[in-house]
């Protein structure tokens, strides 16, 4: 079984950075060169790494003043790994960046350009109460990024003096997704708004979200930072879901009536599709988001853990399934792939994951 790179860090602030930075220098490096270069190459207006360094600064101090201990913690990672600020910054801004290389619009849906097949995205899905085979929460996600990334994807074991955090990430990346010790899990998904700007990252609002004693204390970490591009956030704790939908200025809660969500790429709130790139929509989140429903929706009420792994390896619409696999004949820069695939039980205090795409690598089990 392919085990991913296991790090456990403990301190505060630019301590817990600089072990991290330390610990995975090469890795952190090779990374940036490769993400660089991926972003570079799908920008479809002619950019330069300085100029994606100077847009990932204008997040600076909107990171700073959101999270001063967590910037503190990326200026460790850039003292450890003996990288500029600027490039670590642009690491932990990872894939909201394309936002602003892509240019916006002038047009509608019927003037716009055709939508691609595959976007570079995650599928999601939570569900409680009657839906589970026990009524505990269960939310986990497959995470898709580039395929060059694979094996710079981490799980960060951080212990501080007020919680323990079980994260997701990449080498020099504060958090992508996880768990604490507060029984709070957070999965997320890329969506592409109108209004992105400078402001605070998604990594930040994860890392602060987690760290927080309850679920209305992390939904408000959400609600109230100045966001600097649209995402999905799916929260959990011990008893309750919540998933909320934003763009860089505004947001909404999505209803679960049925005790059970999925999400992919593309919006579902009717008051922010109007804030929704349309033409960068590709059309496999519809049949992601489709086929992750449908399995937990036929599977309602045995939903476990062994199930959940089960939908998760799911190829329905394949080869744009939710289970992906680099497509064949698509560059390099572009091919997506499962990365990871998580599921957490917060009230257990328990994660379960897959490095690699769940169909073919096994699930390991970690506590907190």
Request: aromatic residues 10%; charged residues 20%.
């Amino acid at each position: 079984m392919a085990k991913m790179t296991f790090l456990e860090l403990e301190g505060t602030g630019r301590q817990l950075g600089r072990a991290h930075g330390e610990a995975l220098k090469d890795n952190i490096t090779t990374l940036y060169g490769k993400f660089m270069d991926c972003t570079v190459k799908q920008a479809h207006i002619s950019t330069t790494e300085e100029e994606l360094l100077g847009l990932a600064m204008r997040n600076y101090e909107f990171a700073r003043d959101y999270a001063p201990d967590l910037l503190e913690e990326l200026l460790g990672i850039a003292e450890g790994s003996g990288l500029a600020v600027e490039k670590i910054m642009f690491l932990n801004w990872l894939g909201e960046g394309l936002d602003l290389i892509f240019p916006q619009p002038a047009n509608s849906l019927l003037k716009g350009p055709l939508l691609a097949s595959q976007s570079p995205g995650c599928t999601a899905f939570g569900a409680v109460g009657g839906a589970t085979s026990d009524g505990r929460v269960l939310v986990g996600q497959n995470y898709d990024m580039q395929a060059e990334l694979y094996d710079h994807a981490v799980l960060l074991k951080i212990k501080k003096p007020e919680t323990t955090l079980l994260l997701f990430s990449f080498a020099g990346i504060i958090g992508c997704q996880g768990l604490s010790s507060h029984k709070l899990a957070v999965v997320v998904n890329t969506l592409i708004a109108r209004d992105v700007r400078a402001g605070v990252p998604y990594t930040f609002m994860v890392r602060r979200a987690l760290e927080q004693k309850n679920l209305a204390d992390a939904l408000g970490q959400i609600m109230t930072a100045e966001r600097a591009a649209g995402f999905n956030y799916l929260l959990a704790d011990s008893s309750i879901i919540i998933n909320i939908e934003t763009t860089a200025c505004y947001f909404d809660v999505l209803p679960m009536p049925d005790n059970i969500i999925s999400h992919a790429n593309h919006y579902k709130s009717s008051c922010l599709k109007e804030y929704e790139r349309i033409d960068r929509i590709g059309a496999d989140s519809f049949v992601r988001d489709a086929a992750m429903y449908n399995g937990i929706k036929n599977s309602y009420g045995q939903i476990d853990v062994p199930k959940a792994q089960q939908l998760l390896a799911d190829h329905s619409g394949y080869p744009y399934s939710l289970c992906k696999h680099p497509p064949k004949k698509v560059p390099y820069y572009r091919a997506a792939q499962t990365i990871a695939s998580m599921i957490y039980a917060p009230a257990d205090l328990k994660a379960w994951v897959c490095w690699g795409n769940p169909c073919q690598e096994e699930y390991e089990e970690y506590s907190l």
